[in-house]
């Protein structure tokens, strides 16, 4: 009796596993933790960020004919294959060590910080950041100015304004939706908007005669190194604005340097492959390679059908563009409010996409604020501040393997100091080169942005003393492991 007994006292526990199974079924209704993860945007992959440091550097060949109108075929088809050598590799390079070192949101304000306090992060911070939203600026600018090819009423006057302003705006609240709709959007309007090229190159080859390729330039025409420098400059730079949302980046030590490697060469063959097509197959006045003039050649090469897709490309390049440079700029602010630099207020993302809307819409205010001046004067004075922000970069970067060599870097390029020196010293006397030649409306914006950036950092610790806001300490952001 007693044993039946001490068998039957067990028989009350068998109904935990209906309790288990009915919790489970009700989680998702019941319980909003449950609800939450299908909701919040998962971390960015391989392909997405790959396709989304294209748009931050590049979005298709748009955008390079300047280079041609300014200096003649042969430097055209030079600086965009030498180029990526001096300058962009290198960055790549650097980005690729630093992301994976310190993989949080805040990317090279994290790097300046880490390697000369907090002043000079800030500085960073906010040099880049300004870069970023002047750049976001022309790219709305850039699409109006192909539109314009289709609809006439768009070159001059309000509605051209009207429709800066409205593209803008709607684009803005697009990137609200999240870092991943965004990422895979960017795939989507890649394809899409680079598919023309690809047709027109191969229909081109029949028509190219390659010694059209070593014309230096049109008898008559001076050569405009400023604009030419400032082209090759601004296509093939931003490689590390990705590195601002790292944070957002699915096992960011082991992807990132994959996906700048991989986006480096598509870049690259994205730029050069329709230029020797164009340069080689169409010989037009050299005062015609105007920005847009890509859809003009596709008209002479193939038809207007071909004109017409690359002007809906360009539109469709000139979205990614201004969305992956928008996410950037808004993650930045978030990791540098996770770092202190900044009120915490900036850290809030949206309930339902977990994006930082408070600094998209900062971003897109300053956007429409410079969108009035001339696109010419936007690249300029995007890569002066710019400029200033990759010279503390490369000094950064370099110092950190001095003071911290124990700091685990899943990846580490491959050289030692002197090389890493001389890999930095050769971009940096671009750099200086680059600004050494701006107008003076450059150096005027440019002056007032650099003072204010100064003004800023003492303004957030006049703040931080009074205690006007609250403010991250930021000892919770990642910023790497010892070896």
């Known amino acids: 009796m007693a044993t039946e007994i001490s068998e039957r006292i067990p028989q009350p526990l068998p109904p935990p596993p209906p309790t288990t199974t009915t919790t489970s079924q009700e989680l998702p209704i019941t319980n909003p933790t449950t609800i939450i993860p299908t909701k919040i945007p998962q971390k960015l992959t391989l392909i997405p960020l790959i396709f989304l440091i294209y748009f931050e550097v590049a979005g298709g060949p748009y955008g390079e004919e300047p280079a041609v109108k300014a200096a003649g075929p042969l430097y055209a088809i030079l600086g965009f294959l030498i180029f990526p050598f001096i300058w962009s590799i290198p960055e790549a390079l650097i980005t690729a060590e630093l992301a994976a070192a310190f993989p949080g949101n805040g990317g090279f304000v994290i790097w300046a910080e880490r390697a000369f306090g907090p002043f000079f992060g800030s500085m960073m911070g906010s040099t880049k950041f300004l870069s970023g939203v002047i750049n976001i600026a022309s790219f709305p600018v850039l699409c109006v100015e192909y539109l314009q090819n289709l609809f006439p009423i768009f070159s001059s006057g309000l509605p051209r304004y009207v429709a800066i302003s409205i593209s803008t705006l709607l684009l803005s609240a697009f990137n609200y939706t999240g870092l991943t ?7 989507g309007l890649g394809i899409i908007s680079l598919a023309p090229f690809i047709l027109m190159s191969l229909i081109s080859i029949p028509k190219i005669r390659p010694n059209r390729w070593f014309s230096r330039g049109q008898i008559g025409v001076k050569k405009d190194w400023n604009l030419y420098l400032n082209n090759l400059f601004w296509n093939l730079n931003f490689w590390d604005t990705v590195s601002t949302m790292a944070g957002e ?20 063959f994205a730029y050069i492959i329709p230029l020797l097509a164009v340069t080689g197959s169409v010989s037009v006045d050299q005062n015609e390679w105007d920005t847009g003039f890509m859809a003009n050649a596709a008209r002479t090469i193939s038809g207007n059908w071909l004109k017409i897709w690359i002007e809906i490309g360009s539109v469709l390049s000139a979205i990614g563009l201004f969305e992956a440079q928008l996410s950037s ?22 309930k339902y996409f977990n994006t930082p809307w408070v600094g998209i819409v900062l971003s897109t205010a300053i956007a429409l604020g410079v969108s009035y001046m001339d696109f010419t004067d936007i690249i300029s004075s995007a890569n002066f501040l710019y400029s200033l922000g990759m010279l503390l970069e490369f000094a950064s970067f370099v110092w950190l ?17 002197p090389g890493l020196v001389i890999m930095c010293l050769i971009p940096s006397g671009f750099l200086v080169l680059i600004m050494s030649i ?6 005027l914006v440019s002056g007032l942005m650099f003072v204010g950036a100064i003004g800023w950092y003492f303004f957030i610790r006049f703040c931080k003393s009074k205690k006007l806001f609250v403010f991250n300490s930021g000892d919770d952001i990642n910023v790497g492991d010892e070896d």
């Open 249 to 268: 980046v699915e096992n960011p030590q082991k992807i990132f340097p994959l996906a700048l490697f991989c986006a480096v060469i598509f870049t690259c």
């Open 181 to 187: 709709i965004v990422g895979y959007t960017a795939v």
């Open 329 to 350: 700029s808004a993650f930045q602010l978030l990791g540098m409010a996770d770092l202190g630099f900044l009120p915490k207020f900036f850290s809030l993302r949206s």
């Open 438 to 443: 701006a107008t003076r409306t450059v150096y």
């Open 401 to 417: 393997r001095r003071k911290l060599p124990a700091i685990k870097r899943p990846f580490r390029v491959p050289m030692r100091m």
